[in-house]
């Protein structure tokens, strides 16, 4: 059974895969369309053909490797200076510069001269390339507010699963009390497992991160506890203690290994699963994309330890990267995990909307091949259009984006190279959730 069920989240994963790379590129296309670009492919995954129909002037299949897909869209980058496309030349940059302008051009028809990419005023552009990342974000916001409104998501409650029974400084790891170890304020307070504590100081709340903040903001007061205790609600009065306790990030989440001097009361709080509101999830999307962009910018100088996991044997970060192959394991992991049905399908979704969220800003990165470069290319055309307007000097016409073609190939190959250090690593020593 667990393996059926591993394969079952295998499965989820890889339909879900498959529909966003779809989705990314249906916004490609529909805009595409909308400003007149003539597309004769759109094609999801790479690799030969396993099914294709025509329709209309575009062939839509799929195709054999599931690790993206893309859209033909005829004259991407502008012929050469003289109007035409150049000879081939045998100078390796100019060879790499008028293979990608003879592609631009593969499948010109009668007619095709004013359906161009390159024709179309850089906001258009701009808006055909943005749309796929946006399909994406779209996605995962969707999703994101399906799982949090909907099924809710696991986290700490104000809750009590347990009370400390004396103050051990959190650096010192310890389980255990001393004789020279103060009384918690919490058991001297009388709290015990399974209150639920509604009230701290005045402040009425049913939010962990909140209760936390107030705990912790203040040390040496005497303060009144109200907690729902079997249905009654009971008010204790606690000395909260001053403590060494770990320390928090401006997204309310605790940082390993760092540690401040705050207010401690001395329990563990209880998990649960908690269905939020809009506003709720609107925060919780925006800590999600603050770490997302963290962990991109943070993204190289994960490389060696990576390196280490893949080839040494060194223990696989939690927060590692991970490819489509280790995705993919984790999905079928969560429906091993002994959890209700509801909340395996909750974290599948979660997986999905991350996937997306992940593709949205990779793409955004202003690097050819990716949306981002061929974005920045309008954008700075548009700019040196507008100054030559401005300055009443000579159009200097479209930005040859071609011209960078030798750069992307080198960005390319450091990709590949990268997402072949991932699947590696996602193979050999995987990131697990159980």
Request: net charge neutral; glycine share 10%; aromatic share 8%.
């Amino acid at each position: 059974m667990t393996t059926l069920m591993m394969i079952l989240g295998i499965v989820v994963f890889a339909v879900g895969l498959l529909i966003s790379i779809a989705w990314h590129e249906l916004g490609h296309l529909s805009t595409a369309k909308l400003f007149g670009i003539r597309v004769p492919q759109y094609m999801v995954g790479f690799g030969p053909t396993i099914w294709s129909r025509r329709k209309g002037e575009t062939e839509y299949g799929i195709k054999a490797i599931p690790f993206g897909g893309y859209i033909r869209m005829i004259g991407m980058f502008p012929p050469g200076p003289d109007g035409k496309l150049e000879a081939r030349s045998t100078s390796p940059w100019r060879g790499m510069i008028e293979d990608a302008r003879s592609a631009a051009f593969e499948e010109l028809k009668p007619g095709d001269e004013t359906r161009l990419f390159y024709t179309r005023k850089p906001w258009k552009r701009v808006i055909v390339m943005f749309a796929g990342p946006f399909m994406n974000l779209v996605l995962a916001v969707a999703l994101f507010l399906v799982v949090l409104m909907g099924f809710g998501v696991t986290q700490q409650t104000t809750a009590v699963s347990e009370v400390q029974k004396c103050v051990v400084p959190q650096s010192q790891a310890r389980d255990t009390c001393r004789a020279s170890d103060p009384a918690s304020p919490a058991a001297a307070a009388g709290l015990r497992a399974g209150d639920r504590i509604v009230a701290f100081d005045g402040v009425r709340t049913d939010d962990w991160n909140q209760l936390s903040d107030l705990i912790r903001s203040h040390p040496g007061e005497d303060v009144a506890i109200v907690v729902d205790r079997k249905g009654e609600e009971v008010t204790l009065h606690a000395t909260i203690a001053t403590n060494q306790v770990l320390k928090k990030d401006s997204h309310g989440q605790v940082v390993e290994g760092e540690y401040v001097t705050a207010g401690f009361l001395g329990f563990s709080a209880a998990t649960g699963v908690v269905k939020q509101d809009f506003g709720d999830s609107v925060t919780w999307m925006g800590d999600r994309v603050g770490e997302a962009v963290d962990s991109l910018a943070a993204l190289p100088g994960k490389i060696p330890a990576l390196w280490n996991a893949a080839f040494d044997g060194a223990p696989r970060e939690p927060d590692s990267p991970m490819g489509v192959v280790g995705a993919a394991r984790v999905g079928g992991e969560i429906f091993t995990l002994d959890i209700p049905p509801t909340q395996q399908l909750a974290m599948a979704l979660m997986l999905v909307a991350g996937f997306n969220l992940s593709l949205f800003l990779f793409n955004m990165l202003p690097l050819l091949p990716l949306d981002g470069g061929h974005i920045a290319g309008a954008l700075w055309e548009s700019l040196r259009r507008n100054t030559a307007r401005l300055l009443r000097r000579p159009d200097p016409g479209p930005f040859d984006v071609a011209k960078l073609m030798p750069v992307a190939y080198v960005v390319a190959g450091i990709f590949i190279c990268f997402t072949i250090l991932v699947l590696i690593a996602d193979v050999v020593n995987p990131v697990r959730i159980s």
